[in-house]
């Protein structure tokens, strides 16, 4: 099992953030800022550590956030400068108290988030500072520095995982796109993940902006940008858009038989379901498929609501028929509750279900 992310900050890390700090130059207590960070922490989750580090750097650091900030740029630099997780709570603290001061805040960021990230940190300063943050996140896409050029497509992503909601970019991503635009074809893989992101970030507000957009970066693209562009589609082909799904030559129904068998009909929490799904062919031409399956889980009140999961793309010959087979874990996840009844399971061929069946879940 992986080691949770809450154990990366503990008493070790608190002592080597003294030491960085304490070295970057006079007037640091250390002893305190380890007395306040480290108090009680191994009983913390993950944003309560975060959080209480932040507040001892608050303690500890200077008022004046200028100087402040400098510490932690001095506290930054070298190969065993503050790297990794003692960058979340500096990056917290930074969003909290660089505030009034934008720019000097942006400075340290950008140090910042290349040694960890700051694509949480940056996102007050979008919601105070629009016009400052998008000037210079237009210059951060030139960066030198991928992890810079990365943030000025990250941090700024709409419904980024963890971070802070930026309604007004899910009501209207237009600041964004020229910055997509500028950062599709970086050279670094890295920027390019970030940007489909972005863009499946878009398309679950906005389809038909993200439609255009692939339809007109399509037609002449390379391996990279269509890989992007494939990525960033994902969330339309899962929910079965009619539109996106014709842009990737999967927009012509299945025309066949399908049949699927699920097996056991009966299992409990934590067991695995199979699934075997049998296509058959009645097309004079062959036919490209994006097969995906729904599961409708039981919800509290009864009700059940579908989950989209990958399955798989083929191409189907005239007349042929294909057995496709996939097991499916219903063991427990953090950001899905189970219960009991009777769920579902629909297959979605180029956006339309075509068969499904029933199996009951058990406690």
């Keep these: 099992m992986a080691e949770p992310f809450k154990n990366f900050i503990d008493r070790a890390l608190v002592e080597r953030m003294a030491a960085r700090l304490a070295a970057a130059g006079p007037g640091f207590d250390a002893a305190a800022f380890v007395h306040q960070a480290s108090a009680g922490l191994e009983a913390l989750e993950l944003k309560a550590r975060t959080l ?44 909290r ?12 960021l950008r140090l910042l988030t290349q040694r960890f990230t700051a694509e949480f940190a ?15 996140l237009s210059r951060w896409a030139e960066d030198p520095d991928e992890n ?54 878009i398309a679950k507000d906005h389809p038909a902006l ?7 970066q399509l037609p002449g693209a390379g391996t990279e940008r269509l890989a992007l562009l494939r990525h960033a589609s994902r969330t339309l082909v899962k929910q079965g858009d009619a539109a ?15 049949e699927l068998v699920l097996a056991p009909s009966r299992l409990a ?48 010959a005239p007349g042929a028929s294909v057995t496709l087979a996939r097991r499916h874990s219903m063991k427990p996840v953090t950001t899905r509750r189970y219960f009991a ?7 979605q061929v180029n956006g339309s279900v075509v068969a499904g069946a029933e199996f009951e879940l058990a406690l």
Excluded at 97 to 108: D, F, H, K, V, Y
Excluded at 281 to 298: F, I, M, T
């Design 122 to 136: 940056i996102r007050p300063f979008i919601v105070e500072h629009p016009a400052l943050v998008y000037t210079t």
């Design 52 to 95: 209480q580090l932040c507040a001892a750097l608050e303690a500890t650091l200077p008022a004046d956030f200028a100087a402040a900030a400098d510490r932690l740029d001095a506290a930054m630099a070298g190969d065993d400068g503050l790297a990794s997780w003692a960058l979340w709570p500096v990056g917290e603290f930074v969003a």
């Design 244 to 258: 996106m799904l014709a842009l990737w030559g999967h927009g012509s129904a299945f025309e066949g038989d399908a």
């Design 97 to 108: 108290r660089g505030l009034a001061t934008p720019e000097r805040a942006l400075a340290t």
């Design 148 to 201: 810079v050029r990365r943030l000025a497509s990250e941090g700024t992503r709409p419904r980024l995982p963890w971070g802070q909601r930026l309604t007004a970019l899910v009501a209207d991503p237009a600041p964004n796109l020229p910055l997509l635009r500028r950062l599709q074809d970086d050279p670094s893989e890295f920027v390019r993940r970030s940007v489909a992101n972005h863009l499946n970030d």
């Design 210 to 216: 993200v439609v255009d957009w692939v339809r007109e």
């Design 341 to 347: 009844g009777a769920h579902r399971v629909d297959i």
């Design 269 to 316: 929490v934590g067991d695995t379901l199979s699934l075997s799904l049998t296509l058959a062919s009645r097309a004079a031409e062959p036919q490209r498929l994006v097969v995906d399956y729904r599961v409708h889980h039981v919800k509290a009140d009864g009700r059940r609501t579908a989950k989209v999961f990958k399955g798989w793309k083929l191409e189907l």
